[in-house]
């Protein structure tokens, strides 16, 4: 099971994180990043447990399993303008009333070292999710440009008939976008934080062995948690925070892209694609609505005035911000959220489009554009095949990553000769 809720994202325990009850605790799947801050928490106690030859799973396991008071976590915001004060509180009461003993609890931590990781561990998650889903949804892609790479079609500029083309080749640019979405996802890196009170590790250097006690919890706990160690704090220094909401906003607008298309295309008066299913109208039973397009489309037009928000507040001061810091949190939330419906919405959306051949080919027909000849037909075969290798390729680079000690040559080995070579054989471009 995900170590995250189906709440919010955000630093609180967000809405629907309490039992149902009316007790206000926090049992089971909790909200947000609630559950990601007790994951990072229990892994800076096995840090310390290993850098001190000392058993702590029975604290560690305690802590990751924690039963939390939800309307305490939300007035600890209130009072100390972040979640994690009272998250220790509860933590150091639920295990001394059980018996464990932590003295290492959150020791040499401050409550940004707890929220930033948690926030990647969440970033990371939600973003291979998102990826998966741009997958299925290129994947698809590939298959509509491959089929449809000699169906002509009007191709349009500045909203205008422009010159002949091929419905292979819209979905090629489609296939594009997605591509350099995932592209921008396999780009990240995902650190972890730790600095303490100031950024130097201080604290953590004179409860431990000496100066080296930071740089050896930090890595511990990078890879206890499976994020990358940045060997250093980067608490005022907030590119990787940046860099995580810049992919976002990237998937959502290379998705938006396709979702405004799709809505052109699929309406009556150009017709040229169907969408099965649709919405219904409350005032026109006649009309079904193409909601996941519109959706996709309504995402993306909000991705970029919240990455602007994190832009800003990434523009920081002292060793820890006044402000800045707390305004990302429902920015990157949000940012992580679009990006996710989009590229499942998305993916379901294109499983069901189907192509209306003869109506693209009466549109070039009654147009003032020449029609597709051989020359055209050879341009889509080449813009077909270069979109549908970049996608093969990019979808296999994790695997190649993950096997770097082969020889590491940089070509489009991964994709079908079909697809690599630009210029196919005559009969095909014919």
Not at 31 to 48: D, K, N, Q, T
Not at 289 to 318: K, R, W
Not at 395 to 408: E, K, N, Q, V, W
Request: aromatic fraction near 4%; hydrophobic fraction near 45%; glycine fraction near 10%.
């Amino acid at each position: 099971m995900s170590v995250f809720g189906a709440g919010s994202a955000g630093p609180g325990p967000g809405p629907g994180s309490g039992s149902g009850s009316g007790t206000g605790k926090v049992s089971g799947e909790v909200g947000g990043l609630v559950r990601g801050m007790l994951v990072v928490e229990a892994e800076l106690l096995r840090a310390w447990g290993d850098l001190e030859s000392r058993d702590v799973s029975a604290a560690a396991a305690a802590v990751e399993a924690a039963e939390l008071d939800a309307d305490a976590l939300r007035d600890g915001i209130e009072a100390d303008g972040v979640i994690v004060p009272e998250l220790v509180r509860q933590l150091r009461a639920s295990l001394a009333s059980a018996g464990v003993e932590a003295p290492r609890l959150h020791a040499g931590a401050t409550s940004q070292d707890i929220v930033d990781s948690a926030s990647m561990l969440h970033a990371r998650e939600a973003l291979a999710a998102v990826r998966a889903d741009l997958v299925s949804a290129g994947t698809r892609l590939q298959g509509l440009a491959d089929a449809e790479r000699r169906s002509p079609r009007v191709a349009y500029t500045l909203g205008r008939q422009a010159a002949a083309s091929t419905i292979g080749v819209q979905f090629a640019g489609w296939l594009d976008g997605v591509t350099s979405a995932i592209a921008a996802i396999d780009g990240l890196s995902f650190p972890v934080q730790f600095g303490g009170a100031v950024g130097t590790g201080e604290a953590a250097d004179r409860l431990g062995s000496g100066a080296q006690t930071t740089s050896i919890l930090r890595a511990h706990l990078a890879d206890g948690l499976g994020l990358h160690d940045p060997r250093r704090a980067w608490h005022a220094e907030r590119t990787p925070v940046l860099a995580v909401a810049s992919a976002a906003t990237a998937v959502c607008t290379a998705l938006g892209r396709i979702g405004r298309d799709l809505v052109t295309a699929s309406g009556e008066r150009v017709g040229e694609l169907s969408l099965g299913g649709g919405g219904t109208s409350s005032a026109m039973p006649h009309k079904q609505n193409p909601v996941a397009p519109i959706v996709v489309v309504s995402n993306a037009l909000q991705a970029p005035g919240l990455l602007a928000t994190v832009a800003s507040a990434a523009v920081s001061q002292d060793e820890r911000p006044a402000g800045e810091w707390h305004a990302e949190w429902d920015a990157l939330r949000r940012l992580l959220e679009l990006a996710s419906v989009s590229a499942r919405r998305l993916a379901a959306s294109l499983d069901r489009v189907t192509v209306e051949r003869e109506t693209a080919r009466h549109h070039l027909a009654d147009s003032a554009v020449a029609g597709a000849d051989q020359v055209t037909l050879q341009a889509a075969n080449r813009v077909v095949n270069a979109a549908i290798s970049r996608f093969l390729y990019q979808d296999a680079s994790r695997d190649r990553d993950a096997d770097s000690d082969t020889d590491g040559d940089s070509d489009d080995s991964t994709a079908p000769d079909h697809y690599t070579n630009d210029d196919t054989n005559s009969e095909e471009t014919a």
